[in-house]
């Protein structure tokens, strides 16, 4: 199957029922309600959403990862897909996603295809509910990271997701819980990505099954 083959592929799994808190639960590195019940809490939610780019790299179908600059904050440092939180002059989540893609990146709302959506999650350090889009672009895109958001960009071909499991656990210290967790993770590039990422990740992984990308030709 071509790279490109794919996208049709790929949009029409994401168009059947997800997977959702099934896949989301193997990776959750720690009990937390669902987004549903985090959407009905006072005070409600602050609503982020985030683009899992797909993209060619020479012969492989790739994603990017972002990796945020060490700050004092609850997300220093971690690996994340690029996005944000939606403000008040974005019309609805996905403008809100692509428009962070764009402010992060550097990758036009032009040149990106949404294929569809994986399920909302939430993340209760920062009291987010994140809504993963899933992007094509035609080519490799030009990335120009913004430094203030983005410290190192991480290109990863898909394959490697679905021919390899993730590592079962690593300690993760979260300030604002004040405590170290044990979490599942995916490795990248020798960096553990973890945590709702993680989660959105291996949902697209079930929802895509194996044998759409193992072996990719």
Same mark, same amino acid.
């Given at each position: !199957?071509?790279? /490109?083959?794919?996208?049709?592929?790929?949009? *029409? @799994?994401? #168009?059947? =029922?997800? %997977?959702?808190? $099934? &896949?989301?639960?193997? !990776?959750?590195? /720690?009990?937390?309600?669902?987004?549903?019940? *985090? @959407?009905? #809490?006072? =005070?409600? %939610?602050?609503? $982020? &959403?985030?683009?899992?780019?797909?993209?060619?790299?020479?012969?492989?179908?790739?994603?990017?990862?972002?990796?945020? =600059?060490?700050?004092?904050?609850?997300?220093?440092?971690?690996?994340?897909?690029?996005?944000?939180?939606?403000?008040?002059?974005?019309?609805?989540?996905?403008?809100?996603?692509?428009?962070?893609?764009?402010?992060?990146?550097?990758?036009?709302?032009?040149?990106?295809?949404?294929?569809?959506?994986?399920?909302?999650?939430?993340?209760?350090?920062?009291?987010?509910?994140?809504?993963?889009?899933?992007?094509?672009?035609?080519?490799?895109?030009?990335?120009?990271?913004?430094?203030?958001?983005?410290?190192?960009?991480?290109?990863?071909?898909?394959?490697?997701?679905?021919?390899?499991?993730?590592?079962?656990?690593?300690?993760?210290?979260?300030?604002?819980?004040?405590?170290?967790?044990?979490?599942?993770?995916?490795?990248?590039?020798?960096?553990?990505?973890?945590?709702?990422?993680?989660?959105?990740?291996?949902?697209?992984?079930?929802?895509?099954?194996?044998?759409?990308?193992?072996?990719?030709?």
């Amino acid at each position: !199957m071509s790279i /490109y083959a794919h996208k049709s592929e790929i949009k *029409a @799994r994401l #168009s059947l =029922p997800l %997977p959702g808190e $099934s &896949a989301h639960r193997q !990776m959750m590195s /720690y009990r937390r309600v669902t987004a549903l019940d *985090a @959407r009905m #809490s006072n =005070p409600p %939610p602050r609503l $982020s &959403a985030v683009v899992m780019l797909l993209f060619p790299l020479g012969d492989q179908l790739c994603t990017l990862f972002i990796r945020r =600059p060490e700050y004092d904050g609850v997300h220093s440092g971690q690996i994340s897909f690029p996005g944000g939180k939606k403000e008040e002059e974005d019309p609805d989540l996905q403008h809100a996603a692509l428009r962070e893609v764009y402010e992060e990146v550097g990758v036009e709302h032009t040149q990106v295809e949404i294929l569809g959506s994986l399920s909302e999650v939430y993340i209760p350090p920062s009291h987010f509910v994140v809504q993963p889009f899933v992007g094509w672009v035609d080519q490799t895109p030009e990335f120009i990271p913004d430094p203030r958001e983005v410290s190192e960009l991480l290109i990863e071909p898909l394959d490697r997701f679905f021919t390899s499991e993730p590592v079962q656990s690593t300690r993760i210290y979260i300030p604002s819980f004040k405590s170290t967790i044990s979490a599942p993770y995916f490795d990248v590039q020798g960096k553990p990505l973890w945590g709702a990422t993680a989660m959105i990740l291996h949902e697209f992984r079930v929802a895509m099954q194996p044998e759409l990308f193992s072996p990719l030709a």
